[in-house]
């Protein structure tokens, strides 16, 4: 399996992107979940937000919720992360990456991993 996140990029602070991930090495992904970790610079990944393929169901975390949205297209075997009024903190590289698409959710693994795409977002 293999991810490849795409979107990311240099933004003043109010601004919008839209990352993608494109999964492969699968015929579909529709029985996994897919979600998106921030990592700003010195600290910890953190969890962004999180799909499962299948249902579409979506977590976002509460620091982004109201203003990112993760969605999935089967068809494509792609997730995006539509980021609306990015503030400065919200700096850092964006990971995506695949778990089970079943059990809990969200789901408290992944399994494969992208290599990310870095945002900045200037004040």
């Known amino acids: 399996v293999q991810l490849q996140a795409s979107g990311g990029g240099l933004v003043q602070a109010g601004d919008s992107l839209k990352l993608s991930c494109v999964a492969s090495?699968?015929?579909?992904?529709?029985?996994?979940?897919m979600g998106w970790f921030h990592q700003a610079p010195g600290n910890e990944r953190t969890y962004v937000a999180a799909?499962?393929?299948?249902?579409?169901?979506?977590y976002h975390a509460d620091s982004v919720k109201g203003r990112f949205t993760i969605s999935r297209d089967n068809a494509k075997n792609t997730v995006y992360l539509q980021m609306n009024n990015l503030k400065p903190e919200d700096t850092g590289v964006y990971y995506c990456?695949?778990?089970?698409?079943?059990?809990?959710?969200?789901?408290?693994?992944?399994?494969?991993w992208g290599q990310g795409t870095q945002v900045t977002v200037s004040s």
């Open positions: 990456a695949i778990g089970p698409g079943s059990g809990d959710f969200p789901p408290p693994r992944f399994d494969y």
């Open positions: 090495g699968r015929s579909t992904f529709s029985s996994y979940a």
């Open positions: 799909t499962r393929m299948g249902s579409g169901i979506t």
